[in-house]
T-cell receptor, first 115, second 111 residues
Framework: DADVTQTPRNRITKTGKRIMLECSQTKGHDRMYWYRQDPGLGLRLIYYSFDVKDINKGEISDGYSVSRQAQAKFSLSLESAIPNQTALYFC??????????????FGPGTRLTVL | LAKTTQPISMDSYEGQEVNITCSHNNIATNDYITWYQQFPSQGPRFIIQ???TKVTNEVASLFIPADRKSSTLSLPRVSLSDTAVYYC????????????FGTGTRLKVLA
């Protein structure tokens, strides 16, 4: 979805390096999310933010940190990258859910390789 | 926390109707059911969402029985471009965020 952009799209780095993945959205949504996807597996939630002042850990937050710089921007950092963090990373956004409704809009993904 | 179980893979032929069933035995009162589609190297895309009975949109139908312990995504007259992974999720509308993707169902549409 072009309304959710991620940079970089591909990144190769070395063990121990600090890496930042950035996500921007123009949908005006308050809620933003970071997921990782490993080959052949589903997506796992790393962190989520319901507004600029709200940050929450997901299933697999160890080794990651996030920053919500503005409503439209949500960054994911790997403080000291390790090879098992090699994965496809997705950012997503959503509006405040209605009664029994909630839709997430995903970015194109960032393919990260840690050597 | 509601978990979902789906078939790992399915094959179909063009023009057929495809039904993918998802089991969610521990679904809670406020949980609703959502299906996403994912093509290789792309982010998931929302298909349909429902709470009970039947929901239909321009691309799919979602059937949810009264006990809500399962749901079925129905894709009418599939084409080759429907080859993708389909995820069933359950999620709360409020409170602590719980939105868990499983491994999904890999649908392959054959000519």
């Amino acid at each position: 979805d072009a309304d959710v952009t991620q940079t970089p799209r591909n990144r190769i780095t070395k063990t121990g390096k600090r890496i930042m993945l950035e996500c921007s959205q123009t949908k005006g949504h308050d809620r933003m999310y970071w997921y990782r996807q490993d080959p052949g597996l589903g997506l796992r939630l790393i962190y989520y933010s319901f507004d600029v002042k709200d940050i929450n850990k997901g299933e697999i937050s160890d080794g990651y940190s996030v920053s919500r710089q503005a409503q439209a921007k949500f960054s994911l950092s790997l403080e000291s990258a390790i090879p098992n963090q090699t994965a496809l990373y997705f950012c997503a956004t959503s509006d405040v859910p209605g009664l029994h409704t909630d839709t997430q809009y995903f970015g194109p993904g960032t393919r990260l390789t840690v050597l | 926390l509601a978990k979902t179980t789906q078939p790992i893979s399915m094959d179909s032929y063009e023009g057929q109707e495809v039904n993918i069933t998802c089991s969610h035995n521990n679904i809670a009162t406020n949980d609703y059911i959502t299906w996403y589609q994912q093509f290789p190297s792309q982010g998931p895309r929302f298909i349909i969402q429902g709470y009970k009975t039947k929901v239909t949109n321009e691309v799919a139908s979602l059937f949810i029985p009264a006990d809500r312990k399962s749901s079925t995504l129905s894709l009418p007259r599939v084409s080759l471009s429907d080859t993708a992974v389909y995820y069933c999720l359950v999620a709360l509308t409020s409170g602590t965020y719980k939105y868990i993707f499983g491994t999904g169902t890999r649908l392959k549409v054959l000519a």
